[in-house]
């Protein structure tokens, strides 16, 4: 089974800085997406931030300008810049894969644990 092991979360000011990084355990086949997503106190998980493999990264409105994807193919990694963060990007942060295992495989979904991503005014 594919894990999906994330780092990098923790306490920071207003405008800090934090690097979230999510590997995954084992090499797949290939990789389809990579991506953050976010779910706050109170509210529903929102897609953050994705890039598909060969493809532009997108974001999420609030966050463009501050946050930047990025992945290493070689290391089945993706992190996840964020600069300039605010109370409101407190939240629990989940990166998610969609790959295949095998080229007899059809696609799945990965998710990581969450981790903790806490902004003080």
């Known amino acids: 089974q594919v894990q999906l092991v994330e780092s990098g979360g923790g306490l920071v000011q207003t405008g800090g800085s934090l690097r979230l990084s999510c590997a995954a355990s084992?090499?797949?086949?290939?990789?389809?997406?990579m991506g953050w997503y976010r779910r706050a106190p109170g509210k529903q998980r929102e897609l953050v931030a994705g890039?598909?493999?060969?493809?532009?990264?997108n974001y999420a409105d609030s966050v463009k300008g501050r946050f930047t994807i990025s992945r290493d193919s070689t290391k089945n990694t993706v992190y996840l810049h964020m600069n300039s963060l605010k109370p409101e990007d407190t939240a629990v942060y989940y990166c998610?894969?969609?790959?295949?295992?095998?080229?007899?495989?059809?696609?799945?979904?990965?998710w990581g644990q969450g981790t903790q991503v806490t902004v003080s005014s």
């Open positions: 084992q090499s797949l086949f290939s990789i389809n997406t």
């Open positions: 998610k894969l969609v790959g295949r295992r095998s080229i007899t495989s059809v696609p799945n979904d990965y």
């Open positions: 890039i598909a493999s060969g493809g532009s990264p």
